[in-house]
């Protein structure tokens, strides 16, 4: 597709269940963002991955909290064991390269833990 | 304080009034800004991205970087009830975004 592309667009889930949100960013970006949105908040940065080099984490809130990267495109974060305080909305974005180049976000996906 | 302030609003305006929105920053670094926009239960869109201290135009929309004063501005004109949404100013100095909290604006027809 054009755009970046997530699924689940919404996840409800019991307290303490293991989640997994899937992000497909544009073909041929090599960059890609996982941010987080709490209510009226804005967007909190979780990870960044760009091509083969180490991802920067520094943004998970915990060790509950992982992502990956197959293959240089498709992204997964696993959220294990959640709690309400991590009902958000999930954004991921990719862009060309890293550094100057403009990122374009997916719609999101809306996690209630209840 | 955070790296990026962005006064939340709301803000109202009629059909037809400039929209004036802007953040500050505390980060020297930043070199590149954008304005995304944000619909109820969408993703941020991009709106505007700029590089250097001055004005960028697109249609209705102007963005404004001062570096000396670390503020960006994004001006709407002729606004439309279609514009009614949050608008979030973002930066990065190398590849992390930070954003703004997000001015959430209507305008009313």
């Known amino acids: 597709g054009a755009g970046v592309s997530q699924s689940p667009s919404n996840k409800v889930t019991e307290k303490g269940k293991d989640v997994e949100l899937r992000c497909d960013p544009i073909?041929?970006?090599?960059?890609l963002y996982w941010y987080r949105q709490s209510l009226g908040q804005g967007l909190e940065f979780l990870i960044y991955?760009?091509?083969?080099?180490?991802?920067?984490k520094s943004g998970l809130p915990s060790d509950r909290f992982s992502a990956e990267r197959t293959g240089g495109s498709v992204s997964t974060l696993t959220i294990q064991r959640t709690q309400q305080e991590d009902s958000a909305v999930y954004l991921c974005?990719?862009?060309?390269?890293?550094?100057?180049?403009?990122?374009?976000f997916g719609q999101g996906t809306r996690l209630t833990v209840v | 304080q955070k790296e990026v302030e962005q006064d939340p609003g709301p803000l109202s305006v009629p059909e037809g009034a400039i929209v004036s929105l802007n953040c500050t920053y505390s980060?020297?670094?930043?070199?590149?800004f954008m304005w995304y926009r944000q619909y109820s239960r969408k993703g941020p869109e991009l709106l505007m991205y700029?590089?250097?201290?001055g004005n960028k135009e697109d249609g209705r929309f102007t963005a404004q970087v001062d570096k000396s004063s670390k503020y960006i501005s994004l001006f709407i004109r002729d606004s439309q009830p279609s514009d009614s949404a949050t608008y979030l100013c973002?930066?990065?100095?190398?590849?992390?975004?930070?954003f703004g909290a997000g001015t959430t604006v209507t305008v009313r027809a």
């Open positions: 974005a990719s862009s060309l390269v890293g550094g100057n180049t403009e990122a374009f």
């Open positions: 073909s041929g970006h090599t960059a």
């Open positions: 991955f760009q091509g083969n080099s180490a991802p920067d």
């Open positions: 980060n020297s670094a930043f070199q590149y």
């Open positions: 700029t590089y250097s201290s």
């Open positions: 973002a930066m990065r100095d190398d590849y992390k975004l930070s």
